[in-house]
């Protein structure tokens, strides 16, 4: 059975860190390139990260970028976002998921992904 399981959400202060993971099973994680993304109630759902197989190409929504860190360790099929300086804004659930090549694409779409985890809540608040 294929699986991604989101992991690591809480409820933190503003200015706060988490760090999410997401377990893969059930088909070979390393040979794909691996997503985070969120979605806000009543927002549409948007890509937050992406990192190839090889480290070589990373992505990140402009939004995030100098607070958030992807990382992927092939030898135990998981993939981390380390989420520093977090803002009320990133309160939404994060979704891990399966790019169905290697690299990360130009244009990420949500209806391109192999697979999708479940979700992980993540709530910035005082």
């Known amino acids: 059975q294929v699986q991604l399981v989101e992991s690591g959400g809480g409820q933190v202060q503003p200015g706060g860190s988490l760090r999410l993971s997401c377990a893969a099973s059930?088909?070979?994680?390393?040979?794909?390139?691996m997503h985070w993304f969120r979605q806000a109630p009543g927002k549409e759902r948007e890509g937050v990260s992406c990192i190839s197989t090889s480290d070589l190409t990373r992505y990140y929504v402009d939004s995030v970028k100098g607070r958030f860190t992807i990382s992927r360790d092939n030898d135990k099929d998981t993939v981390h976002l380390q989420m520093d300086s977090l803002k009320p804004e990133d309160t939404a659930v994060y979704f891990c998921?399966?790019?169905?090549?290697?690299?990360?694409?130009?244009?990420?779409?949500?209806?391109?992904?192999?697979?999708w985890g479940q979700g992980a809540q993540v709530t910035v608040s005082s």
């Open positions: 998921a399966t790019e169905k090549s290697a690299r990360c694409p130009l244009s990420i779409r949500t209806d391109k992904m192999r697979f």
């Open positions: 059930g088909f070979a994680m390393r040979y794909y390139a």
